[in-house]
């Protein structure tokens, strides 16, 4: 079987944007469980620090899952698979949790830097951001012959 093709910029970002529809959802639910553990006593205005820290956290790694568990489990998001991208391992197989947690911390740090870890997919040879260089992985175009 030939290597798959490189997913290109725009679809990965479709791609993305497809998945805060999901992410969104999981968001409104981890709020509504916080609101519902303090009973509606905390004036969101001003929350504690502790119930800040603690919310941010609960976001992000309701987050990290949706992302590690869907990329180590077929290599795929929602969003990936309506735009037929998937995420692999640099030798094309589905890509270990410890380094899909990695490709998510990377990509966090893409995006920090204004986007540039994102743009580089533009220059490089292979079309892999930041991220998926430290990671060892690739963003690549699914035939939909083969699914």
């Known amino acids: 079987m030939p290597p798959l093709p490189p997913a290109p910029l725009r679809l990965r970002f479709a791609a993305a944007l497809y998945d805060l529809f999901p992410l969104i959802g999981l968001w409104m639910l981890v709020a509504g469980l916080f609101l519902l553990g303090t009973r509606g006593r905390v004036d969101v205005a001003h929350p504690p620090i502790a119930y800040r820290f603690a919310l941010r956290f609960a976001l992000l790694a309701v987050t990290t899952a949706y992302f590690a568990i869907s990329w180590s489990r077929g290599g795929q998001t929602i969003?990936?698979?309506?735009?037929?991208?998937?995420?692999?391992?640099?030798?094309?197989?589905?890509?270990?949790?410890p380094r899909a947690l990695l490709r998510l911390a990377a990509a966090l740090l893409s995006l920090a830097a204004l986007g540039l870890g994102f743009a580089w997919c533009l220059v490089d040879r292979e079309r892999r951001g930041w991220h998926d260089r430290i990671a060892?992985?690739?963003c690549v175009r699914v035939d939909p012959a083969a699914e």
């Open 79 to 97: 969003g990936m698979r309506a735009w037929r991208i998937r995420v692999v391992a640099a030798d094309g197989r589905v890509l270990p949790w």
């Open 136 to 138: 060892r992985s690739a």
